[in-house]
C-alpha cells in the first residue's frame, strides 16, 4: 500500500481527524511482526490506538504531513500534535503528559536526567528527524532580498543597528534603496528551540556582537515579541521595518536574508541546510541511540547554510505500556523512512535526512520495547 497526503494544513492540535484515505485497500496483518500491518514504509499497529506528542511549532507543516499519510494508511489509529513550542513540548514529555515530543533542540544533561523515570528507567534518545535552514526574514518595502552578515545580524537583534539605511547594512547591498524605517526586530516570547539554534549560531558565528549565553529564552528585552513560529511571521507581516528569525517553512512572501559565509553570501535552501548537518559532528558524549548534532557555525563553505535548525523526535528506548511503544516505534519509522521524510520536504520545504542518517535513527528505533 502507498501511502498519500495532501497539500496544506492548519491547526495547533494536528489529530487523525484530518488523515487522508490511503491509497489501495489491502492491509495484511504479518503475525511474525509483533502485531502490526504493513503500510508503505511504516508499520501500522494492529488495532491502532491514539499517539500523542507535542513540542516544536517549527514542526508544525511537516507533522502534519506526517500525521495525515501515517493516519490515513493506518485505520483506526489518531495522532495528536500540540505545537506547542520546544521546551513545553519537552517539559510535557517529561511529565509523561506525551509519548514523544518535537524539539528543535536536543534534551540537555539535566532534562536527559529528569527523563530517566518518564522513560521507565531506560535511556531517553534524540532524533534528528526534522532539517530546515532558520530563515531571517523581512518585512520592508520594496525590498526583497538583503545581504548580511553575522555580525550586523546580531547587531540588529543586539538592538545597536536600529534603522535600515545604517551603513553596515547598505555596505553589502550597494543596489538596494535602503529607508531610514526604523528596525523592528522580532523574537520568539515563549521558549524556543529556533531561538536557541538562532542564539547559537550568532555566538560562533558573530563573536563579540552577540555576547549573550545560549538559551532558548530571547535574551534581552525585545522589541517586539510572539507565540511560536506562525506568531512571529503574523508580528513581522504586521509592521514595516520588522525582521525576525523563523523556521523557513513559515517564510511566504516575506523578504530573506543571504548569510555571510565565507566572504559570500548564501541564501537559505534545504540542500544548503543539509551541507552543513552532514559536515557536523554527533554531539560528544552521545550513547549508541542518542544522535544528538554539534552543528559546525564556522563553516566557509559557501554551499552551506549555517543557521539551521535540527529538529528532533524525542523518545523513550523502554515504555511502561506496550501498545504506547508499539505506537511510538511505528509512527517515528515512518517519519524517518524516505516517503515521510519526502513528504516533509513537499509540505514544509525540509532537507531530507542522508540515508546514513536514517540507518542510524532506525537502528534506534528499532530497539524500542516495553518494560515487563
Given at each position: 500500500?502507498?501511502?498519500?497526503?495532501?497539500?496544506?494544513?492548519?491547526?495547533?492540535?494536528?489529530?487523525?481527524?484530518?488523515?487522508?484515505?490511503?491509497?489501495?485497500?489491502?492491509?495484511?496483518?504479518?503475525?511474525?511482526?509483533?502485531?502490526?500491518?504493513?503500510?508503505?514504509?511504516?508499520?501500522?499497529?494492529?488495532?491502532?490506538?491514539?499517539?500523542?506528542?507535542?513540542?516544536?511549532?517549527?514542526?508544525?507543516?511537516?507533522?502534519?504531513?506526517?500525521?495525515?499519510?501515517?493516519?490515513?494508511?493506518?485505520?483506526?489509529?489518531?495522532?495528536?500534535?500540540?505545537?506547542?513550542?520546544?521546551?513545553?513540548?519537552?517539559?510535557?514529555?517529561?511529565?509523561?503528559?506525551?509519548?514523544?515530543?518535537?524539539?528543535?533542540?536536543?534534551?540537555?544533561?539535566?532534562?536527559?536526567?529528569?527523563?530517566?523515570?518518564?522513560?521507565?528507567?531506560?535511556?531517553?534518545?534524540?532524533?534528528?528527524?526534522?532539517?530546515?535552514?532558520?530563515?531571517?526574514?523581512?518585512?520592508?518595502?520594496?525590498?526583497?532580498?538583503?545581504?548580511?552578515?553575522?555580525?550586523?545580524?546580531?547587531?540588529?537583534?543586539?538592538?545597536?543597528?536600529?534603522?535600515?539605511?545604517?551603513?553596515?547594512?547598505?555596505?553589502?547591498?550597494?543596489?538596494?534603496?535602503?529607508?531610514?524605517?526604523?528596525?523592528?526586530?522580532?523574537?520568539?516570547?515563549?521558549?524556543?528551540?529556533?531561538?536557541?539554534?538562532?542564539?547559537?549560531?550568532?555566538?560562533?558565528?558573530?563573536?563579540?556582537?552577540?555576547?549573550?549565553?545560549?538559551?532558548?529564552?530571547?535574551?534581552?528585552?525585545?522589541?517586539?515579541?510572539?507565540?511560536g513560529s506562525s506568531g512571529v511571521v503574523s508580528a513581522?507581516?504586521?509592521?514595516?521595518?520588522?525582521?525576525?528569525?523563523?523556521?523557513?517553512?513559515?517564510?511566504?512572501?516575506?523578504?530573506?536574508?543571504?548569510?555571510?559565509?565565507?566572504?559570500?553570501?548564501?541564501?537559505?535552501?534545504?540542500?544548503?541546510?543539509?551541507?552543513?548537518?552532514?559536515?557536523?559532528?554527533?554531539?560528544?558524549?552521545?550513547?549508541?541511540?542518542?544522535?544528538?548534532?554539534?552543528?559546525?557555525?564556522?563553516?566557509?563553505?559557501?554551499?552551506?547554510?549555517?543557521?539551521?535548525?535540527?529538529?528532533?523526535?524525542?523518545?523513550?528506548?523502554?515504555?511502561?505500556?506496550?501498545?504506547?511503544?508499539?505506537?511510538?516505534?511505528?509512527?517515528?519509522?515512518?517519519?524517518?523512512?524516505?516517503?515521510?521524510?519526502?513528504?516533509?520536504?513537499?509540505?514544509?520545504?525540509?532537507?531530507?535526512?542522508?540515508?546514513?542518517?536514517?540507518?542510524?535513527?532506525?537502528?534506534?528505533?528499532?530497539?524500542?520495547?516495553?518494560?515487563?
Open positions: 500500500m502507498k501511502l498519500s497526503r495532501y497539500g496544506q494544513f492548519a491547526g495547533v492540535a494536528l489529530a487523525g481527524a484530518l488523515a487522508l484515505t490511503a491509497c489501495g485497500s489491502d492491509q495484511a496483518v504479518n503475525p511474525g511482526d509483533g502485531g502490526t500491518a504493513a503500510a508503505g514504509s511504516a508499520e501500522c499497529v494492529d488495532g491502532g490506538g491514539t499517539l500523542a506528542g507535542a513540542g516544536s511549532s517549527a514542526q508544525e507543516n511537516a507533522v502534519a504531513a506526517w500525521i495525515a499519510a501515517y493516519t490515513g494508511a493506518c485505520e483506526g489509529t489518531t495522532v495528536n500534535y500540540d505545537a506547542v513550542g520546544s521546551g513545553a513540548g519537552r517539559s510535557q514529555f517529561i511529565e509523561g503528559a506525551v509519548a514523544w515530543a518535537g524539539s528543535d533542540a536536543a534534551l540537555d544533561e539535566t532534562e536527559t536526567e529528569q527523563a530517566t523515570e518518564r522513560c521507565n528507567g531506560s535511556e531517553v534518545v534524540n532524533l534528528p528527524a526534522y532539517i530546515s535552514p532558520i530563515a531571517v526574514t523581512f518585512n520592508l518595502e520594496g525590498v526583497d532580498s538583503l545581504n548580511l552578515t553575522p555580525e550586523v545580524i546580531a547587531g540588529i537583534f543586539n538592538q545597536e543597528i536600529t534603522t535600515w539605511n545604517d551603513e553596515a547594512i547598505a555596505a553589502d547591498n550597494p543596489d538596494v534603496e535602503l529607508p531610514d524605517t526604523d528596525i523592528i526586530p522580532v523574537n520568539r516570547s515563549d521558549e524556543s528551540g529556533t531561538t536557541e539554534n538562532f542564539a547559537a549560531y550568532l555566538s560562533e558565528a558573530a563573536g563579540d556582537a552577540w555576547p549573550h549565553e545560549v538559551s532558548g529564552d530571547w535574551p534581552i528585552e525585545p522589541v517586539e515579541a510572539a507565540q513581522i507581516e504586521g509592521g514595516e521595518g520588522t525582521i525576525g528569525y523563523v523556521d523557513a517553512s513559515h517564510v511566504g512572501e516575506l523578504g530573506t536574508v543571504a548569510v555571510g559565509v565565507g566572504g559570500e553570501f548564501v541564501e537559505y535552501s534545504p540542500e544548503a541546510a543539509s551541507a552543513i548537518v552532514d559536515a557536523s559532528p554527533e554531539r560528544e558524549g552521545n550513547t549508541e541511540n542518542d544522535h544528538a548534532v554539534e552543528l559546525d557555525y564556522l563553516t566557509e563553505d559557501a554551499d552551506a547554510y549555517p543557521i539551521v535548525l535540527i529538529s528532533y523526535e524525542i523518545a523513550c528506548m523502554e515504555y511502561a505500556d506496550q501498545a504506547e511503544a508499539d505506537l511510538v516505534k511505528s509512527f517515528l519509522s515512518y517519519v524517518a523512512s524516505e516517503e515521510g521524510q519526502q513528504a516533509a520536504a513537499d509540505e514544509a520545504g525540509s532537507a531530507p535526512i542522508s540515508d546514513a542518517t536514517r540507518e542510524k535513527i532506525q537502528s534506534t528505533i528499532d530497539g524500542i520495547t516495553a518494560g515487563a
